[in-house]
Every structure is written in structure tokens, then in C-alpha cells.
């Protein structure tokens, strides 16, 4: 089960069997190290000329031992998949902090830790194999959306712009031995696609294709992303992709996700994957947001007994205690059934 074909068949089985466990938030649990501007740096960026603080991503370099154990307490309470800390590791958003220029070594070497973990994991239980995923965020730009009130027709970067940094992360990633790629948090389809292009032409290259999830957020009540549309709309601008699953992350945690990973569980053709906040914002609770692991849990819970996922974890303000606490709460529920299954047994009509 090494080459991508053999990875996603084994993805697919999985999901057929039982409903699969993603891991929580990266950053949530990076926030409970207190960790300051030297920890940042470590030894490698003490002259960088940036401050470089709230750079998670750099972590992976400054600090790996840190990432390793996160990775770590997920995998123990759960996960089948855990993300490489990549959210922003490309070179738009890594411009913040003055590392474009390092945006290939913090792929591959956060692509290498989780592949590490994961294998080790893997090894201790080989009947419930872990994957890595590697994470490709949605930049800090937008192609669709003008950051000008007064200038509807400006952009802050292009689409050529963003094709070539997610090809960057992609090739590093896919080096670094990830099993699937993961293309998240999705407020911008545009974006989205200047992902999915930079995947196609990096599968034309190696003559791979590697599994794909593509997994959009609903950013209010209005049930559209920041870029307007809708879920369904959002499904149809990226099924071409054939991605191996699609879903709905972040936002508005799960009690408010819930129309519309019912709409988009209606009309995907393929696995669902859900992996809300845990709730909303709330600077007075323990990770930032309202919701207890057993809170979630009894959410998530509702999408698994509907039949409405394949795929399920955690967002922002998620801690292993969220993620362990979904996956006992729905290791005996069965998977979102295929809307091709159902046709399948369904009877022929002249």
C-alpha cells in the first residue's frame, strides 16, 4: 500500500467500513506551549530581520519536538489522519514574516515529522493504519474579493500568483511522503482552484496523483462562502477535481454547520468529510470557544446518525479530549453510504 492508487483504495475500503477520525486543531494546542519570539526562532532565525511569532507553521523548524507531540496526543486519542502543520506554509502568507524563501524546507520537514508519527503509530496498531494529510490553507489572499471598498476591480495577488506557491508546497509535501492532500478552509473557490491547478500540474510531472480533499466554510448564517457562493454551488465549482472526499471545516462550529453538510452529504457524489470549531468564539473558555469535547461529540454525533459523513474531527479551539471524545462517540456508527451504492441496489425501471 505505498503508491497513491494503493492509498486511496485503502482510503475508500476504510471509509466503506467505518467512519474516519481527523485530527483537531494545530493551533490551538501550540497556543497551551506559551511559547515567545526566541522559541520561535530557535537557533536557526535568531538575526532574521522579522519578528516571526504566531508563525506556527515555522515551528516545524524551531521547534519540531513541539509539532511531534501534537501529532502525537491526536493519534493517541483517535485520529486516522492527522495534518501537516502547513496552513500557511506558502509563500503568500509566509511573506508576512519575511520567509518566502523558506517555504520548500517547512513542507518537507513538516511533511517528514507527521509522516514519522503516523508510521510509528501505524506500526503499533496495524489494524488501524494512520495517514498524513498534507494541509494546504487558503493564503491570507483573495483572488475574488477586493481588499479596497473603493476599488471593487483591485486584488492584493493573482491567480498566476497563487498557483505558483501551492505548487511550491505541493511538491515539498508530496516529497515529504504525505498520503493525501488536503485542501481547506476554503472562503474563496478561486483560491480553491488555483490549488487544484497546481495539484494537476504537479500529477501531469510525476505521473501520480495522490488522493485529494477539498474542504470548504460556510462563513455566516447566510450558508455562503466569503467568495458568495453557496454549498451546492461551492460542490459544483470543485467536483471536477474528483477529490476522494469534500467537506465543511471551521466557521460556525457544528450545531450551525448543520443545513449545510446535509446539503452537500445530498449532492456529493463522493465521501464527506466534516470537521467543525468547537462552537463559537469565547476569549473566556480554555481553548477560545465555547464548546466542551462532549458538546461536540453530541453534534457530530447527529451528522454520523443521519448519514450525513465520512469523515470527521476538529477545527479551531479542538484538543485530543474533542477528538477522542467524537471518535467514541461514533466508532460504532456506520459511514455516509455512496449515493452510487444506493443507485446500484436500487431496481431497474423500464
Request: hydrophobic share 40%; charged share 25%; aromatic share 6%.
Amino acid at each position: 500500500m505505498n503508491t497513491p492508487a494503493d492509498k486511496s483504495a485503502l482510503l475508500a475500503k476504510l471509509m466503506d467500513e467505518r467512519i474516519l477520525i481527523l485530527d483537531g486543531a494545530m493551533g490551538t494546542m501550540i497556543q497551551r506551549y506559551h511559547l515567545g519570539e526566541s522559541d520561535y526562532r530557535g537557533t536557526c532565525f535568531v538575526d532574521h530581520a522579522h519578528d516571526v511569532k504566531g508563525d506556527n507553521d515555522l515551528l516545524v523548524l524551531t521547534k519540531p519536538d513541539v509539532i511531534r507531540a501534537i501529532h502525537d496526543a491526536y493519534l493517541e486519542a483517535g485520529a486516522d489522519i492527522i495534518e501537516t502543520n502547513t496552513f500557511n506554509a506558502t509563500a503568500i502568507a509566509q511573506a508576512d514574516y519575511g520567509l518566502e524563501g523558506r517555504v520548500r524546507e517547512i513542507n518537507l520537514a513538516a511533511a517528514r515529522i507527521a509522516r514519522e508519527c503516523a508510521d510509528a503509530w501505524t506500526a503499533r496498531t496495524p489494524d488501524k493504519p494512520r495517514f498524513v494529510a498534507g494541509a494546504l490553507g487558503p493564503t491570507n489572499r483573495t483572488a475574488s474579493i477586493s481588499p479596497d471598498v473603493n476599488d471593487p476591480g483591485a486584488r492584493n495577488t493573482t491567480y498566476d500568483a497563487l498557483v505558483a506557491t501551492y505548487a511550491e508546497a505541493v511538491d515539498a509535501l508530496a516529497e515529504g511522503g504525505v498520503d493525501l492532500l488536503l485542501v481547506e478552509t476554503v472562503f474563496d473557490t478561486l483560491n480553491a482552484k488555483a490549488a487544484l491547478c497546481a495539484i494537476d500540474a504537479w500529477s501531469d510531472r510525476s505521473g501520480r496523483r495522490l488522493p485529494l480533499i477539498v474542504s470548504g466554510t460556510i462563513t455566516d448564517a447566510s450558508g455562503r462562502t466569503l467568495s458568495g457562493q453557496t454549498t451546492e454551488a461551492f460542490w459544483n465549482s470543485i467536483r471536477h477535481a474528483r477529490p476522494l472526499a469534500v467537506g465543511l471545516n471551521c466557521a460556525l462550529g457544528a450545531a450551525l454547520m448543520r443545513p449545510y453538510i446535509e446539503e452537500l452529504a445530498r449532492v456529493a457524489d463522493t465521501y464527506v468529510s466534516c470537521y467543525p470549531n468547537a462552537g463559537l468564539p469565547n476569549p473566556m473558555a480554555e481553548t477560545g470557544y465555547d464548546e466542551t469535547p462532549e458538546q461536540t461529540a453530541r453534534l457530530i454525533t447527529d451528522f454520523a446518525e443521519n448519514g450525513f459523513v465520512n469523515i470527521v474531527g476538529g477545527c479551531c479551539g479542538t484538543t485530543p479530549a474533542h477528538i477522542r471524545a467524537i471518535h467514541d462517540a461514533v466508532k460504532n456508527l456506520p459511514p455516509r453510504r455512496l449515493p452510487r451504492e444506493d443507485a446500484a441496489e436500487s431496481p431497474d425501471v423500464a
